[in-house]
């Protein structure tokens, strides 16, 4: 399995292709996945964190509202929303109704994904992820005590790296009480505080029987020298690969620097922000990734507004309109928009012709 062909794989779109070739025709389609803040706070202070104060200014400190987050839900289900990812903005276990909206999310028949620190588990939320979750992924980005306290700026060992421990090998031990179709893994960015014990949580990651770790070059506007350790990190990482079994996999995810760094694209308006709603702790929802919590990004408010007339409304296509794509920092959608493009001006038949999707991934497709 290459990078491409795991969940992981920007080609996993191509398992909707109705949706993207509705796309390509210029047509309006509901998103695939919702992206969901349930908090913009975080009891962990990652030095690099995107929506950290001291970053793009972007973090509000607010944590959504219970009512706000359930109807948002339910409106996703019924505009024909698929997935429902839980991440941030900041942490969304900080949001005590968290656990209940990811119960309702799965209860309403869409996926369920959480991406989380991992500090903040209990047995209600652990609870909440075996009833509702097809993946949990704990963003860990250090193998000691000590790496992950720096880079993770941990000032209560509480929230710290032994704790995580704990709580991953009890997610582990509650995944193989029945629930094996769970995939649980670690989200790793590479930095020159923790390549060094990189390889010593992948040997513990395997012990504890995680499904996978993954690591990532970090990235931040106009600090190309945090990405820069993810160069000479290759060779550790090639070793961590050599830990991969049948049931435990190391996903280096080589392809995200190039995509994240390249700003001169062949295409001069956005297609692929179709493929996703975000909804931030400000109940507002943004025309983008990277832009949530950004004013200017903002499409609509969820307090006043339904998500279907947000969608479908013309401050989504007023703010297309005005993006340059060439500025778009971290863009991660870029192989989204050159194959949307590409299927732009063919007919169906010639789009079916020119994919492939016997090794394209279905493993967590709703997930874009
Ligand atoms: C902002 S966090 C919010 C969810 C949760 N608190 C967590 O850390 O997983 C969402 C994801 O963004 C990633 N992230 C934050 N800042 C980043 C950066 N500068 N470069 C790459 N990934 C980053 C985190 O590693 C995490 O996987
Ligand atoms: S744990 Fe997540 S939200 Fe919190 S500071 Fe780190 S990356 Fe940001």
């Known amino acids: 399995m290459t990078e491409e062909t795991s969940q992981f794989g920007r080609l996993k779109m191509l398992n909707h292709m109705p949706t993207l070739k509705s796309i390509g025709r210029g047509e309006k389609v509901p998103p695939i996945t919702l992206e969901l803040d349930p908090d913009d706070r975080c009891n962990h202070s990652c030095y690099f964190c995107y929506y950290a104060d001291d970053g793009t200014g972007a973090r509000t400190q607010q944590s959504l509202d219970k009512d706000i987050m359930m109807h948002t839900l339910k409106e996703s289900a019924e505009l024909g929303i698929k997935a429902v990812t839980f991440t941030g903005g900041g942490e969304p276990l900080m949001n005590p109704h968290t656990p209940e909206a990811m119960i309702y999310a799965r209860e309403l028949g869409m996926d369920v994904g959480l991406v989380t620190n991992g500090s903040l588990f209990n047995e209600t939320s652990i609870d909440a992820v075996i009833q509702s979750c097809q993946f949990v992924r704990i963003s860990l980005d250090?193998?000691?005590?000590?790496?992950?306290?720096?880079?993770?700026?941990?000032?209560?060992?509480?929230?710290?790296?032994?704790?995580?421990?704990?709580?991953?090998?009890?997610?582990?031990?509650?995944?193989?009480?029945?629930?094996?179709?769970?995939?649980?893994?670690?989200?790793?960015?590479?930095?020159?505080?923790?390549i060094a014990s990189a390889l010593a949580l992948a040997e513990q990651a395997r012990a504890i029987g995680l499904d996978y770790v993954q690591f990532r070059p970090l990235y931040f506007d106009g600090k190309p020298e945090w990405t820069a350790p993810w160069e000479s990190a290759q060779r550790t990482l090639a070793k961590a690969k050599g830990l991969e079994t049948d049931s435990f996999k190391v996903h280096i995810i080589t392809d995200r620097a190039d995509e994240i760094t390249m700003r001169e694209k062949p295409y001069d308006s956005c297609l692929a922000h179709a493929l996703l709603a975000i909804v931030g702790a400000t109940g507002k929802a943004y025309f983008c990734s990277p832009f949530r919590g950004l004013e200017k990004a903002e499409i609509g408010d969820l307090r006043e507004q339904s998500l279907s007339a947000i969608w479908y409304g013309s401050k989504r296509m007023e703010l297309l309109e005005s993006i340059e794509v060439d500025k778009c920092p971290n863009c991660r959608f870029q192989t989204h928009n050159k194959v949307l493009y590409d299927f732009t001006g063919k007919s169906d038949e010639q789009i079916d012709a020119s994919v492939d999707l016997s090794t394209v991934s279905p493993l967590h497709k709703n997930q874009i």
């Open 142 to 194: 250090g193998g000691s005590e000590e790496s992950h306290a720096t880079v993770h700026g941990i000032k209560n060992p509480r929230y710290g790296f032994t704790t995580i421990m704990k709580n991953l090998e009890t997610l582990a031990a509650r995944k193989g009480e029945g629930k094996e179709d769970l995939v649980v893994g670690l989200g790793y960015l590479v930095d020159t505080n923790n």
